[in-house]
C-alpha cells in the first residue's frame, strides 16, 4: 500500500512493462470474468457465462453502448446482457421477427413487397403487402412454415449496410 504524498521511484512502481495481450477479458456485473481471442464474437462470452440463459440473451451494453451478438470484441470490457424482459431486448426479438416474415415472403413470393410498420393508435405492428393481393390463409401457413424452417437452419444474421434510393 502506497503512504499519501509517497514519491514514486521506478523501485517503489507497482508499473511495470508489459508485452501486448492477444486476449481480451470480459467482465459481468455478477462478478464472472471470462477471457478469450481478441475479435472473439459477443455471443461467446455470454453461451460461456450464462449457459443455460443464452438463448434468451438477445444483445448487450458493452461499455455502456448497446451491441448485437456478432460484435467482435476487441478489448476488454464490462457487459451487460440485454433479454426479452428488457425493453431494448423485446425490440430486437420484434425486429428479428419482421426480417424473418420478410425473408420468408421474399424467398417464397419474390416479386412482393412487405411493409412492416407501427401504428400508434393501433397499439402494434401491422404488415401490408404490396404488389399482389392479401395473401391466403394456406399462403400465410406456407410462409409460417418457411419462417419455422430458416430458424431451424440456426443460419447467423448478419448485418449489411446498402444505401437507400
Known sequence: MRIPNQKLTP???PVRPATLRQTVQVRFADGQVFEGPVK???????????????????????????????????????VVPISMADSDGARIYRRSLSF??????????PDVRIVIDYAVPLGGFFCQVEGRDP??????????????????????ISKKRVTVT
Open 40 to 78: 472473439t464474437p459477443l455471443e461467446a462470452f455470454i453461451r460461456a457465462a450464462f449457459p443455460e440463459q443464452s438463448f434468451s440473451i438477445m444483445a448487450a451494453l458493452v461499455n455502456g453502448k448497446l451491441c448485437e451478438l456478432t460484435c467482435p470484441i476487441t478489448r476488454d470490457a464490462d
Open 11 to 13: 523501485q517503489t512502481t
Open 135 to 156: 395473401f391466403t390463409l394456406e399462403e400465410v401457413a406456407l410462409i409460417e412454415r418457411r419462417m419455422w424452417e430458416i430458424v431451424e437452419e440456426d443460419a447467423p
Open 100 to 109: 424473418l416474415l420478410v425473408t420468408a415472403v421474399h424467398e417464397l413470393y
